[in-house]
């Protein structure tokens, strides 16, 4: 029954509009601008994985075999463009964005502290508990340590005027702070935290994850750009149709890049092709700009 009451007092809350959700920051971890090439390669043969075949190097291999088809000297600028846009890319990535696992905390906290609260409210309606949990706390320090055979011995009854004084200021000093964390004030506290909880409980999952489209829309364009100045010929990618003989060049790159040099959680379901359509889109304009110059 008492899940059942808790369960019918949350549904009670007013559904928030879609519209309201989208004028809301997305849940974006701030991510790590660069990856370390430098640790062990997983890939390859038994034999290759160790200290002399790191990341940087499968990449300088796999990139440099692959532009050697279209470019002369791999090496320079091009690697070095190519593996600053990688490393972007995957430390950008490497930031938790797990929204599932976000949300499933967050309902779990929101039910704790809805529950949590309730109780509280139940110990400061309940006149002779609360003023007990006062009386606890203001007394407690007057209790002697360590534990005797007679149990916890009190200290002396105040005697003097001044020592009268002293004990009230004390009492009234306890009494002040007692009430920063009172059942009273704690509940009312757990529900601005709890109206917050349930607000990102509603909205981590909502919409499209804006950010991690513009991680890749921004690896794609690095890529692109240095492709032109490495290559010095015009940029082209396309999606395959049955008439494409040749796939593009560039589409090919970020198929390589996508499927032998990043980690599975890091891939494209499409090896990057729609993010390169659009960096394709966003170079030409420039291009037709400094022809006309």
């Given at each position: 029954m008492a899940k059942k009451d808790a369960a019918s007092k949350r549904l009670i809350r007013r559904k928030t509009t879609a519209d309201y959700f989208a004028r809301l920051p997305q849940f974006e971890p701030r991510p790590i601008p660069f990856a370390d090439f430098q640790e062990e390669c997983p890939r390859g043969e038994p034999q290759e994985v160790g200290p002399q075949n790191t990341r940087e190097k499968r990449i300088d291999d796999?990139?440099?075999?692959?532009?050697a088809l279209y470019i002369r000297d791999a090496t320079k600028p091009f690697l070095n463009d190519a593996k600053r846009a990688i490393a972007g890319y995957v430390g950008a990535r490497?930031?938790?964005y797990d929204r599932q696992k976000a949300k499933k905390l967050l309902s779990a906290a929101s039910i704790a502290l809805e529950t949590t609260k309730r109780k509280l409210q139940e110990i400061d309606q309940w006149p002779e508990l609360s003023s007990y949990l006062k009386r606890l706390h203001r007394d407690a320090p007057r209790l002697k340590q360590p534990y005797t055979r007679g149990g916890f011995e009190e200290q002396p009854q105040a005697s003097s005027q001044k020592q009268v004084k002293q004990e009230l200021r004390r009492r009234a000093d306890l009494d002040r702070n007692y009430s920063d964390f009172a059942p009273d004030q704690i509940a009312w506290r757990l529900s601005q935290l709890e109206r917050v909880v349930?607000?990102?409980?509603e909205r981590v999952t909502f919409g499209p994850d804006a950010q991690l489209d513009q991680i890749a829309q921004d690896f794609t364009d690095q890529l692109a750009s240095a492709w032109c100045r490495a290559t010095k010929t015009s940029l082209t990618c396309s999606r395959p149709t049955p008439r494409l003989k040749n796939p593009s060049p560039f589409a090919l790159l970020l198929k390589t890049i996508n499927q032998e040099l990043l980690q599975d959680r890091h891939r494209s379901t499409n090896d990057f092709l729609e993010y390169g359509i659009k960096s394709v889109k966003r170079l030409r304009p420039s291009?037709?700009?400094r022809r006309r110059s």
């Open positions: 796999v990139l440099s075999k692959f532009m490497e930031t938790e349930s607000l990102a409980d291009r037709r700009r």
